[in-house]
């Protein structure tokens, strides 16, 4: 699915150059590295501030606890999404309030969200799944009709643009991952929370060192949310390589486009992620198809890797079930569920084995 290894390898010099620096620097944990990654991925983001933390979860949960949300706190968000979104929600004590998707973007529902609001609800978090902006003017209308915050959990979307602006600077926090597999992945975990609001950046940074505000002085609990200095400088080498990569991505996901559209199956066979906005980033290319559990053993007898993004919608998972969603009460979700199919997207796939999964699809969907 992803050949880190390959991606980091012309970059191997640089890469142990700055290790090497910042093993001699004696500094491990924020510090110089961590304040200049923070400005420069800032900036690349378009947002004001940015807080380098310990994770993409670490990074919902400084942003729901700098604002405050937890017990007896409802946040509205999608049932469509890595499990994280909604476990930081019930980490805080706070209840995760599922609403269905779009069956086209397999975005949240705009409309339902607006539905779902009660005098509890207290934020409301939109994932960018696979790299792709939620409709962000539409949900920012519900958001501040009800003076709520939103949350950007844009794990999946560094780089993405929406009509609305960047992702991670329209709401009170985007959240972003630098997991290996996300489009800027680091060597080990690492996440940043940005923000267009300098008091709010300023709590952030407070939960990321235990809520200590001059240190040893707590006038609020955070925890230990810190990036480390190796993983901020190891990411400033990757990062000005990073358009590169997204524009590898955006051509081929044009790629498997044509190709898809070209082979004449019917769209409940093979049906190619819709593009509504430009500016997606393609973290996965994702296709549906009605034979999908088929198709996906057929590749992977070829040898070709995929991916199913996400097997259980979190409203069904087990650890939710106290929460009352029947099979059935978010039926876009559940069918996408059943009908998704991650193929390989990354920069460095290259033509050929591109046109071997192409094949491969095309070759057995038309059987
Ligand atoms: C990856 C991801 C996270 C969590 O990020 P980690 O860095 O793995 O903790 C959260 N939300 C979504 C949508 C993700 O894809």
């Keep these: ?5 390959a991606q980091n390898g012309p970059l191997i010099d640089r890469l142990t150059e700055k290790a090497a620096e910042v093993i001699r620097s004696g500094h491990y944990i ?22 380098g933390v310990s994770s993409g979860t670490d990074a919902l949960m400084v942003a729901l606890m700098a604002l405050g949300i937890g017990r007896g706190d409802e946040v509205i968000t999608t049932p469509f999404s890595f499990f994280a979104t909604a476990g930081c929600i019930a980490r805080v004590g706070a209840t995760p309030v599922f609403v269905d998707i779009r ?13 779902a609001v009660t005098r509890r ?42 009509p609305a602006g960047p992702v991670g600077s329209l709401g009170a926090f985007g959240c972003f991952s630098f997991f290996p597999s996300k489009n800027l992945g680091g060597f080990g975990d690492g996440g940043l929370v940005t923000t267009q609001d300098s008091a709010l950046a300023g709590k952030a940074r407070v939960m990321r060192a235990h809520g200590s505000n001059p240190k040893y002085y707590h006038s609020v609990i955070g925890g ?34 044509a190709a898809f559209s070209a082979s004449g199956l019917d769209e409940s066979l093979l049906r190619s992620p819709p593009r509504r906005f430009e500016g997606h ?10 034979r999908r559990d088929e198709l996906q053993a057929h590749l992977q007898a070829e040898k070709i890797a995929t991916a199913i993004y996400y097997p259980v919608p979190l409203h069904r998972q087990e650890c939710f079930a106290h929460l009352g969603y029947a099979e059935g009460s978010l039926p876009v979700s559940e069918r996408a569920s059943r009908e998704v199919l991650a193929l390989p997207i990354f920069a460095g796939l290259g033509r050929a084995r591109q046109n071997r999964v192409i094949d491969a699809v095309i070759g057995f969907l038309s059987r």
């Excluded at 924020?30 to 807080?51: K, N, Q, S, T």
């Excluded at 069956?103 to 949240?108: A, E, Q, V």
Aim: aromatic share 8%.
């Design 281 to 290: 980033i393609y973290n996965q290319y994702v296709l549906r198809t009605s």
């Design 30 to 51: 924020l510090g110089p590295e961590v304040e200049a990654f923070e400005r420069e991925v800032a900036d690349y983001i378009g947002a004001d501030h940015a807080v």
């Design 224 to 257: 230990n949310f810190r990036i480390d200095a190796l993983q901020a400088a190891l990411l400033r080498v990757k990062l000005p390589e990073l358009e590169g990569w997204t524009s590898r991505r955006r051509e081929n996901a044009a790629r498997y486009d």
């Design 103 to 115: 069956p086209d973007t397999f975005n949240i529902d705009v409309e339902q969200v607006a539905a």
């Design 1 to 5: 699915m992803l050949d880190v290894a």
């Design 121 to 162: 609800t207290r934020a409301i978090i939109p994932v960018h799944l696979f790299g792709q902006a939620c409709d962000m003017a539409a949900l920012s209308g519900v958001a501040t009709k009800h003076g709520l915050p939103i949350i950007e959990d844009a794990a999946q979307a560094i780089g993405t643009k929406s």
